[in-house]
């Protein structure tokens, strides 16, 4: 016995999958596009600014926003980057570098996932309350269990640095979205 599917079997699967690529690309395509301009104009660093005052809930430095802003607003990839370059001059423990990453992975790539979720619908604004508001009660529970407990107070030590610069032109940056990979340079290890 096989699994019978409307539509006409594999090729209507097919048909199926080619449709909801062609939706998502319709969603994603001008929403990386925004962003990226956004970024470019500063916008990342402005939002970075705004959240310095929460990053004392989750026992992070002020200069930590920017981490958690460049992945809000882009991608996990370029929060890793712009870790990687503020991260090595602050000292953060093990426990601090926890809490950055759970609230990343909560929150990241916001405009791209609230057009998607909105495309599907939800409603944006409920999205990126919820997903906001997870990260940050996420990071505030992790950073008090931690600070109660004294667990992971050791300083972090990264295992990896960037090789070099990378290139952020956007030739760079839309070849890098057509192939659907990390910019140059911004493979995670």
């Known amino acids: 016995m096989g699994v019978r599917r409307e539509g006409g079997g594999v090729r209507g699967f097919l048909g199926d999958l080619f449709g909801v690529y062609l939706t998502l690309l319709k969603v994603m395509v001008p929403a990386l596009v925004a962003v990226r301009l956004l970024d470019e104009v500063g916008a990342t660093a402005w939002v970075a600014v705004a959240l310095s005052p929460l990053m004392a809930l989750v026992g992070l430095p002020d200069e930590v926003a ?6 809000m607003l882009v991608n996990i990839y370029t929060g890793m980057v712009v870790f990687f370059d503020v991260v090595p001059s602050l000292g953060l423990s093990v426990a ?11 929150a990241h790539s916001l405009p791209v996932e609230g057009a998607v979720a909105r495309a599907a619908g939800s409603s944006w604004r409920a999205t990126l309350a919820l997903r906001l508001g997870g990260a940050l009660a996420l990071g505030a529970l992790l950073h008090w269990g931690y ?35 990390a910019p140059p340079g911004r493979q995670p290890c």
């Open 96 to 106: 601090q570098v926890t809490v950055l990453g759970a609230m990343i992975l909560v």
């Open 66 to 71: 920017i981490v958690w802003a460049a992945a």
């Open 147 to 181: 600070a109660w407990s004294g667990t992971l107070q050791t300083p972090a030590t990264l295992l990896w640095q960037p090789a070099g610069p990378a290139d952020d032109g956007l030739v760079a940056w839309a070849w890098a979205q057509v192939q659907a990979r």
